[in-house]
T-cell receptor
């Protein structure tokens, strides 16, 4: 149980375009979803926390107009990278929480902006 | 703000060896997580614990709340255990955010 999926697993896009990444909890309802990014050889950096039906809470330094997060249902959150630039190339990971402190992580999405 | 420190940063072992990875944190926590990440891959949650000890197969995680310290042990290590192991702490509160250690890169040679 407690499976989180992400789609796509890899995406290559051109500079200036937008990319949407989906995060789904497959067998549970996620009260909270978290979005992280990870640069090579570095640890995860929390970008934002989203609760179903409410606006996401962004971490300091994360541009909310650039990284749009929608948590429309208890099983789906999306991250849209708008007007992507090469410096947005990274590994994006989501996690989902149902109750308590347990978090379940998705497999990640590798974004390459050319 | 909680600071999470892991040691060692890198660890190389021979197949069959007993492995220990350490994690210490600076403020009280509600839960501590041990995560595994294979190269280029996603993250797998190995353990979440708030006290005592947990065991799953060849993996054992312990936590000492008073000393603010946790350890992850791997018995009879195998090359497939090669991965980055990450310790992460929930400091409590309603936001459930995790503070991550920098990870320990484990390489188990055959």
């Amino acid at each position: 149980g407690a499976v989180v999926s992400q789609h796509p697993s890899r995406v290559i896009c051109k500079s200036g375009t937008s990319v949407k990444i989906e995060c789904r909890s497959l067998d549970f309802q996620a009260t909270t979803m978290f979005w992280y990014r990870q640069f090579p050889k570095q640890s995860l950096m929390l970008m934002a926390t989203s609760n179903e039906g409410s606006k996401a809470t962004y971490e300091q330094g994360v541009e909310k107009d650039k990284f749009l997060i929608n948590h429309a249902s208890l099983t789906l959150s999306t991250l849209t990278v708008t007007s992507a630039h090469p410096e947005d190339s990274s590994f994006y990971i989501c996690s989902a929480r149902q109750t308590g402190y347990e978090q379940y992580f998705g497999p990640g999405t590798r974004l390459t902006v050319t | 703000k909680n600071e999470v420190e892991q040691s060692p940063q890198n660890l190389t072992a021979q197949e069959g060896e007993f492995i220990t990875i350490n994690c210490s944190y600076s403020v009280g926590i509600s839960a501590l997580h041990w995560l595994q990440q294979h190269p280029g891959g996603g993250i797998v949650s190995l353990f979440m614990l708030s006290s005592g000890k947990k065991k799953h197969g060849r993996l054992i995680a312990t936590i000492n709340i008073q000393e603010k310290h946790s350890s992850l042990h791997i018995t009879a290590s195998h090359p497939r255990d090669s991965a980055v192991y990450i310790c992460a702490a929930n400091s409590g509160g309603s936001n459930y955010k995790l503070t991550f250690g920098k990870g320990t890169l484990l390489t188990v040679n055959p």
